[in-house]
């Protein structure tokens, strides 16, 4: 099982960029699908972007255009771009990585890392 270690969030101005790193630590990040979330406060957990083993990705409408998920296996790391950043893109953003079907490989979550966007 991976360990998951998010960093890059802040405080920004809307229309501003961050960028979100997720780094693993551990063996068979190739194997793991991996997930962004966001939850705002008083609010579910959300998928907001997912990128397959594959390479393949995924997104939630409200973040697609401005939003980009990439993953680095040799660094074992996935990313979050974030531009044109909107007052409603304020959450905690969790990543997680879940093993792909077959390996026995399970889901793990990091802890988070805030984002907030206000002028």
């Known amino acids: 099982q991976v360990q998951l270690v998010e960093s890059g969030g802040g405080l920004v101005q809307p229309g501003e960029s961050l960028r979100l790193s997720c780094a693993a630590s551990?063996?068979?990040?190739?194997?793991?699908?991996l997930e962004w979330y966001r939850q705002a406060p008083g609010k579910q957990r959300d998928l907001v972007a997912r990128?397959?083993?594959?390479?393949?990705?995924d997104y939630t409408a409200s973040v697609k255009g401005r939003f980009t998920i990439s993953r680095d296996n040799f660094k074992s790391t996935v990313y979050l771009q974030m531009n044109t950043l909107k007052p409603e893109d304020t959450a905690v953003y969790y990543c997680?990585?879940?093993?792909?079907?077959?390996?026995?490989?399970?889901?793990?979550w990091g802890q988070g890392t805030q984002v907030t966007v206000s002028s």
């Open positions: 990128i397959f083993s594959s390479g393949n990705t």
């Open positions: 997680r990585a879940v093993g792909m079907r077959g390996t026995g490989l399970g889901a793990v």
């Open positions: 551990g063996s068979n990040f190739a194997f793991y699908n």
